[in-house]
DNA sequence: AAAATCATGTAATGGGTTACATGATTTA
DNA sequence: TAAATCATGTAACCCATTACATGATTTT
């Protein structure tokens, strides 16, 4: 059996919770994984048809009169894919962030304007803080435990702490070149 | 004037540093913005050419005896296209993370295993952390300042977090395994 | 003399998003 | 009955990595 494609992985990972349509995937990832992993349409159904020729995942009609649907859960094959894929290390990090570059190369604006990149990159953490303070408010009380919900206050924690690092950085930046201008 | 492709952005930022051929740009980018944003010799030749017949960067002979050598250097065009990019707020922000996505399926292990899941994340943090603690060390004291040293200590802080994090997280998971079972 | 590094480039391949297309069912 | 949502799928792009190809110069 070769490697599994990175579609691959969230949708075998999101079988194991219970079985699911292409449609109902492409949801939960909307909800949940998608602040680390995303997938799309154009490579969810296409990698449901592989999957299911490989023999790892089982679709079964559900259609409601003629409205198609198809839902998909793990052979034994597949549960035991996914559960050697989470065995094995990590690989895949991978990371393009346009604010962190902005402040990478702040220096070549003028001082006054350094901070601001700071910020920016500030209120782009509120801003994903925000959306998964949102999601964390649609989880009942009594949900709020196990892998996924540990994920979600990472996500939440780092968010605080990278916000609050930049608003330290920019103050510390702006004070350097208001005193230097002062010189 | 269109908009800048991702590969654009990083080489017309590298440029602002100081003039560099399309090798030395994929060193610079190996040893600083690797971390958070790519870039391949598959990207930066091809681009290198877009960007001078848009007009943004100009090239310059500097071939030694008969190896070839062209160092590119930003236009006036270049200069305001940079800058102006640097002004707007943010927008890319992609992150695929395998570590996380294997700690948010966790429960699809038996509970013994469950809490390495958030050990092997911790790892990664500390690999990464080793790394850039080793770029760091090639900086010398008087250096230390500035943008591009400000978001490696970035990315050193938040490794150090992360790691922090996913141990203490390791920790409470491995012990509600361990109560469960004693039960 | 060999190995490392400098230097540039391209073709094959892989992976992904977006927009488009189509139509059924459910809700307002 | 109109709008929203359910449901599936594909084609056109875009972006990127990898491997390959080539050869010069510098270091060991």
């Given at each position: 059996m070769r490697n599994l494609s990175p579609t691959a992985k969230v949708i075998l990972g999101i079988l194991t919770l219970r079985p699911r349509s292409g449609y109902e995937i492409k949801q939960f990832v909307d909800r949940?994984?998608?602040?680390f992993w995303t997938a799309s349409y154009g490579q969810i159904y296409p990698e449901l048809r592989r999957l299911e020729e490989a023999g790892l995942v089982e679709g079964a009609d559900e259609a409601t009169g003629d409205r198609a649907r198809t839902t998909y859960q793990l052979t034994s094959n597949g549960k035991q894919a996914v559960r050697a894929w989470l065995r094995e290390p990590p690989e895949t990090y991978e990371l393009r962030h346009e604010g962190m570059l902005k402040v990478f190369l702040a220096?070549?604006?003028p001082p006054s304007e350094r901070a601001q990149r700071l910020l920016d990159m500030r209120d782009q953490n509120l801003a994903k803080l925000e959306q998964l303070r949102a999601v964390e408010a649609g989880i009942p009380e009594e949900s709020r435990k196990g892998s996924t919900y540990l994920t979600l206050r990472f996500g939440i924690e780092s968010s605080e702490w990278a916000a609050a690092w930049c608003e330290r950085a920019a103050r510390q930046v702006d004070s350097d070149a208001t005193s230097r201008k002062r010189k």
């Open positions: 949940s994984t998608r602040f220096d070549a604006l």
